[in-house]
């Protein structure tokens, strides 16, 4: 599978919570783009089963921009 | 029949959770991939129809129900981070649609128990009993993905969150369960998976 972007995760972001793509960068705090919980869940979730990827909640634990979050996605 | 005030409490919490219960489902049916879509959607469903059933129970009633802020369902993430991934999801759900059972049981066992009220949950029971068997179906299913050892560790974790924040409740609340049998509203765990028993009797 070739390696996640940071388009096709912006991409899929877009498809989730009301932001454009040209606001997005890899300084964006993901929590600052869910207005709460359950779109954060839906947000990351979705993520993962789009690029076929688990994350563990250690793992999230330590991600907090969207930057990190594309390295995340891609490391495995 | 009418209802007391802390019945109509009551009542509207449980229009309240079958309300978080929908919303929380309603972003699962947008993130679910596979075959798992239709129950997931058909959940989410049900939990909506939960609510409305909880709205028309009160309504009948002669009442209008309270509007509540905080479900169990939102303490309950507090209490243990956001589930990561979908396999967590399912775990937190499988937990919390067992003590919804449990529960709504308990309320089953109060003597000369209002019948619109009896109604309305023996309705909403046939869902929920759906609800806890196809999610343990796909845990099962998750544990060929994340592991049986991570998915029983996952349960187990939520389990005992789910225990101390409804004991947390029901200390809270005291007046207003007042009227609730107080044993036997803890669901047994239906994931015993070969690593979890394993483990168990190493630590005896
Ligand atoms: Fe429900
Ligand atoms: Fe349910």
């Excluded at chain 1, 599978?1 to 009301?18: D, G, K, L, N, S």
């Excluded at chain 1, 954060?40 to 993520?47: A, F, N, P």
């Excluded at chain 2, 979908?86 to 308990?106: C, D, F, P, S, W």
């Amino acid at each position: 599978m070739p390696a996640v972007t940071f388009e096709q995760v912006a991409e899929h972001i877009r498809a989730t919570v009301p932001v454009r793509v040209a606001e997005l960068t890899p300084e964006t705090t993901i929590r600052d783009l869910a207005l709460d919980s359950m779109l954060l869940v839906e947000m990351v979730v979705d993520l993962q089963e789009e690029f076929d990827v688990m994350l563990s909640q250690a793992e999230l634990s330590r991600i907090n921009t969207l930057g990190e979050l594309v390295e995340a996605l891609r490391s495995q | 029949m009418t209802l007391s005030e802390n019945d109509l409490w009551l009542l509207s919490f449980y229009r309240s959770s079958e309300i978080s219960a929908a919303l929380f489902f309603g972003h699962v049916s947008r993130f679910i991939r596979g075959p798992l879509q239709k129950d997931v959607t058909h959940h989410f469903s049900d939990e909506a129809n939960h609510s409305r059933l909880w709205t028309d129970c009160i309504t009948e009633l002669g009442h209008r129900p309270i509007k509540l802020h905080r479900a169990y369902q939102d303490k309950y993430l507090d209490a243990v981070g956001l589930p990561a991934n979908v396999m967590e999801v399912m775990a937190a759900t499988n937990v919390l649609e067992k003590r919804v059972i449990g529960h709504y049981r308990q309320h089953l066992r109060i003597p000369n128990l209002n019948p619109v009220v009896k109604a309305t949950i023996e309705k909403i029971m046939l869902d929920e009993r759906w609800h806890v068997q196809y999610v343990r179906d796909e845990l099962q299913r998750l544990a060929g993905k994340y592991g049986e050892e991570e998915v029983a560790r996952t349960v187990q974790r939520y389990t005992e969150a789910d225990r101390a924040i409804y004991a947390e409740g029901l200390a809270e609340y005291a007046e207003r369960f007042a009227l609730l049998p107080t044993d036997g509203a803890d669901e047994p765990a239906d994931i015993e998976f070969s690593a979890l028993a394993a483990g168990k009797q190493e630590s005896h």
